[in-house]
């Protein structure tokens, strides 16, 4: 009998890729998807405080967030307690029993995932409770060229992945998706490469595939295994709005447009949950660069106070004109 099949530790998935590449989109479809699966989710954003959470369908006291910093530096530790507290839940170790049998990851947009999953090998009592099953990274076919030449974060995203979606597909031309999949060969031969729409895959392409080898990393990066200082651009920084009063939908899309006429190269993400004046539902807002949207999404339920969050990461942000701008939305 092979050793995969006699290995009882749990099976986790990192879902990685640049900020807007459909990450979250992907873990909701996991989520909702009818694959018999009990999966414990842990979720990763950039800022003091999270949108992802209120993002994640169905979430509920198995989903975890960390916040203020990249799952791949500052905030790894909270990972390491995290995934200590579900192994000592999942063997009946601590104070509550709780049944699941994988861990989807998924980072902030600017995580190397290199460190992510040294995490997985380094730790004794991780290593000893959990294997890292594979890396799935999503990569923007509209805006990764960009992505790509500008930041070594979505260079590394690619290079670690076993599995690259190409998303977003339908946004750009085949010529174009055919040219960015020999770009991403060229960077990453042995990943399993999918071209996607929305984010929707077979699972069973992502999910328990044993996909992670020690040995191909090491061949990438020799030092992986090695702990060392992970750096950010120190340009890129995350602005977190908040909002009591309704909003005009009208007010915050003029303000965001009138933000990326100029400024729109250096903006990577913007996502909110908003509280709109008359709309019964809370709206979701997101975006990413020039291109956003705006959709209702569920009632708000009995115990929520509405209340209006956003968040902006991006490069040369000026947060004082953010402000007054979110504060200028109110509706009359």
Known sequence: MSAIQTDSRIPVSVLTG????GKTTLLNYILTANHGHK???????????????????GADEEIF?????????????DLIRILGDLADAKFGRGNRKVDFD?????????ADPAPVAQTFFVDPDIAESFKLDTIVTLVDAKHADQHLDEGHEA???VAFADVLLLNKTDLVSDEDVQKLERRLRSMNS?????????????????LGINAFDLDKKLEIEPGFLEEEAHEHDDEVASIFL?????LDLEKVERFINEWLVDHGTDTFR???????????????????????????????????????????????LDEDWFRQQFASCVAS
């Open 18 to 21: 640049f900020l807007g590449a």
């Open 39 to 57: 999966i414990a989710v842990i979720v990763n954003e950039f800022g003091e405080v999270g949108i992802d959470n209120q993002l994640v369908v």
């Open 65 to 77: 967030e960390m916040n203020n910093g990249c799952i791949c530096c500052t905030v790894r530790s």
């Open 102 to 110: 994988r861990v989807v990851i998924e980072t902030t947009g600017l």
């Open 155 to 157: 260079q590394e995203q």
């Open 190 to 206: 042995a990943a399993k490469l999918y071209r996607t729409q929305q984010s929707q895959i077979e699972l069973q392409h992502i």
């Open 242 to 246: 908040r909002e009591t009063k309704p």
């Open 270 to 316: 913007y996502k909110g949950v908003l509280h709109i004046k008359g709309v019964k539902k809370r709206v979701v807002f997101q975006g990413i660069h020039v291109l956003f949207s705006s959709y209702p999404d569920r009632d708000w339920k009995p115990s929520e106070v509405p209340v209006s969050e956003f968040v902006v990461i991006g490069r040369n």
